[in-house]
């Protein structure tokens, strides 16, 4: 970019009319080059969550859909925190909504018994899966009972024998949250674990966010997905926020390394979370669909 810069000043001062052009042809692809970075990712901003929730719930719907149509079954990651609410109340307003395909992982999850209100697995039971009809065998679970590091070793097995022939499974949709430090999953800042490459789940005993035993989703595993969306709320998280969306490679956070490979990118979030931000968002309205 400080080379073109240069080269800009450059051909502006010699009047060169063939500086000028090759000036205008790098500069046609390096506009390229960034609308094509950016091109995956849409920023959907919405008053509040009450708005919000619902097209989040559709987004859910409409990708298990396409998933089922595409092959046979729809592939959900989820986290925890005020997601398990929003999604739970959202998907069961909808009518006739049919799980019987559906296969449900957690992007991380708590070292502590189903029935600790730490648990993400034990609030989603409670809320959602009790009253939906996804089978058991679909709901992939770790095993609170074992050390953190078999745990993780365990429910790598599970993700595997769920994803069989694929070396890093590729879920259809994860939803994410982001915590005000800007970590995801339980990937903290300045944490090893954010240049994991080998483990798709790894564990984590020393979280700076209580409890500290946790197993995590890696980074391979999240931009593998065929669509990530972020659902982020509140004002406590708009500079955050900020940093994460405009702060380019550069950004310190753990939610701003989460770029698909090949899929799709959403952050679904509100006025309050947005009241930093100077890039350009989209703000739908009513029964919108994304």
């Known amino acids: 970019m400080c080379k073109l810069v240069l080269l800009c000043a450059f ?11 090759l000036t205008s042809f790098y500069f046609a692809i390096l506009l390229s080059s960034c609308s094509a970075v950016m091109a995956g990712r849409r920023v959907v901003v919405f008053p509040s969550s009450a708005e919000l929730g619902p097209v989040l719930a559709h987004l859910v719907t409409s990708r298990a859909e396409k998933a089922i149509a595409s092959h046979g ?19 069961l307003a909808l009518p006739q909504l049919d799980c019987s395909k559906w296969v449900v992982g957690f992007c991380d999850e708590r070292l502590v018994s189903f029935t600790d209100p730490e648990s993400t697995y034990g609030l ?3 809320q959602l899966f009790s009253k939906i009809n996804i089978p058991n065998s679909g709901i992939l679970t770790i095993d609170p009972s074992l050390p953190v590091t078999e745990c993780a070793e365990d429910y790598t097995c599970k993700l595997k024998e769920a994803f069989p022939g694929e070396d890093i499974p590729v879920f259809d949709l994860l939803l994410l949250g982001m915590g005000p430090d800007g970590h995801t999953c339980s990937l903290f800042p300045d944490h090893p674990l954010l240049e994991e490459t080998k483990m798709i789940v790894a564990p984590i005993s020393d979280s700076p966010k209580p409890p500290p035993q946790r197993v995590t989703m890696t980074f391979p595993v999240v931009n ?12 406590s998280k708009a500079t955050v926020l900020k940093d994460v969306l405009e702060g380019g490679k550069a950004s310190p956070y753990p939610a701003a390394r989460v770029v698909p490979t090949s899929g799709e990118l959403f952050w679904l979030i509100d006025d309050p979370a947005a009241a930093a931000l100077t890039v350009q968002v989209e703000r739908p309205g009513a029964g919108a669909k994304l």
């Open 11 to 21: 051909a502006c001062s010699c009047k060169c009319k063939t500086v000028l052009q």
């Open 73 to 91: 079954r729809f592939a959900l990651g989820l986290s925890g925190g005020s997601l398990v609410s929003m999604l739970s109340k959202e998907l």
């Open 124 to 126: 989603y039971k409670s």
């Open 224 to 235: 593998s997905a065929r669509c990530v969306a972020f659902v982020s709320t509140g004002g």
